[in-house]
């Protein structure tokens, strides 16, 4: 992948052939699998999405649901789920879907790292 960069910075990074935003989403999927070999966790799933809006239709004009997608969604030993986004930079558009989806499903573990 070598020297891609997104606007904010980042580089791409390839694990396991699975492309990563950033180094530190990488990282972190890194951790989390090495936490599985070990048992804590028994499923990791990538970029879960939560609906924030559903799709509808205006004036018969489609619109597309607004849709957030977290880094990862953990499946714990012992039952917990939680979402995790590992951020770099918090674009204002990132900072209204997190409130919208705190506000949306408040019952979620959510972690921003």
Known sequence: MGNVRSKYGSRKVEVDGIKFDSAKEARRYKELLLLQKAG??????????FILQEAYKRFGKSIRPIIYRADFRVYWKGGRVQVIDTKGYRTPEYKLKKKILLFKYPEIDFTEE
């Open 40 to 49: 804590e966790i028994y499923e990791i799933e990538l970029q879960p999405p």
